[in-house]
């Protein structure tokens, strides 16, 4: 099959798109034929060997955590899914790739695109997650920095379905966007504090650290303390006393918040928005997008 491999930790130099062995499916799992692959900051980490104490990965490497496409082989004692059903979820061989093997997965709506889908699984599980351990409940305050990005984008709209008040850091051109997800938008950067202030009178409940950008200081200020901060993003949490939040998570859990969130996105209660596709031989181009951040949405790759 054709994938994007990489034999050596590095930059996007080390990305090779060229004939792979594919993979097929084991006892318990299904192979979708991938339609899209989300590109994530995560898998730039992982590729740079930045999550190689934490997360080791093998070489050869097929990037990629996320798929959406077509069930195309079933392994034994699989009675869920058969072969032909639209999904989408979690990969284990790497989505990058004509072909992978699922983790996690939910069937996918028809109203819902696989590109739409493929923005899902890391935003959805990630923000869920976080949305849980900061304990954010109805009538709260929350911000969020970030909250034009592809995991921010979620994060926000499953805050405002929660029945909290939702500020959102992120750059000028993306205020009226995040105006039409029930956000209040402030600009982020020197004065932060001041600006949030001036938005948030009644102070802030709880912080979700999307960007990763030196936001911790401020969010610390604005809470008069580390409690009920959180980031997902920022690797000198712990030099803030604030808990940086990673977790492999249930599979049994993931497929079901997954299923739920499709469902919303199908009734036309949780948007998702793709920045830009690119068809695999452009990975270069997508990754070198994804690592200088400032991408409002979601970048896919189609096999």
């Known amino acids: 099959m054709q994938a994007v491999v990489y034999e050596e930790f590095g930059g996007p130099e080390v990305l090779q798109v060229r004939e792979f062995d594919e993979p097929h499916a084991g006892p318990g799992e299904v192979r979708i034929a991938v339609r899209a692959a989300g590109v994530n900051p995560f898998d730039f980490k992982v590729r740079r060997g930045y999550m190689q104490p934490n997360l080791p990965a093998a070489l050869p490497a097929v990037p990629g955590y996320e798929v959406a496409g077509v069930v195309d082989e079933v392994g ?77 984008v979620v994060g926000v ?54 960007a990763g950008k030196g936001a911790l200081p401020d969010s610390i200020e ?6 009920r901060v959180l980031t997902v993003a920022d690797p000198t949490a712990a030099d803030h006393g604030i808990p940086f939040s990673m977790g492999t998570g249930d599979p049994v859990e993931q497929a079901a918040d997954l299923r739920a969130q499709l469902q919303l996105a199908a009734e036309g209660k949780l948007q998702l928005k793709v920045a830009e596709t690119f068809a695999l031989t452009d990975v270069v181009k997508a990754v070198e997008i994804s690592e200088g951040g400032h991408v409002s949405g979601k970048l896919v790759l189609k096999p």
């Open 76 to 152: 034994e004692g699989v009675t869920d899914f058969v072969v032909g059903d639209e999904v989408v979820g979690w990969s284990k061989t790497g989505g990058y790739a004509a072909h992978a093997v699922a983790g996690a997965i939910a069937k996918k709506p028809a109203e819902v695109s696989f590109e739409e889908a493929v923005t899902l699984p890391v935003a959805g599980e990630t923000s869920v997650r976080a949305l849980r351990e900061l304990g954010l409940k109805e009538g709260e305050t929350l911000l969020v920095h970030g909250a034009a990005g592809g995991v921010g």
């Open 157 to 210: 709209q499953l805050a405002v379905a929660l029945g909290a008040t939702v500020i959102g850091t992120a750059s000028e051109a993306n205020h009226e966007y995040l105006r039409s997800l029930g956000v209040i938008p402030v600009l982020y950067g020197e004065g932060l504090v001041d600006r949030v202030r001036a938005v948030a009178p009644q102070g802030i409940d709880a912080v979700y650290d999307v």
């Open 222 to 227: 604005l809470r008069g303390g580390t409690d």
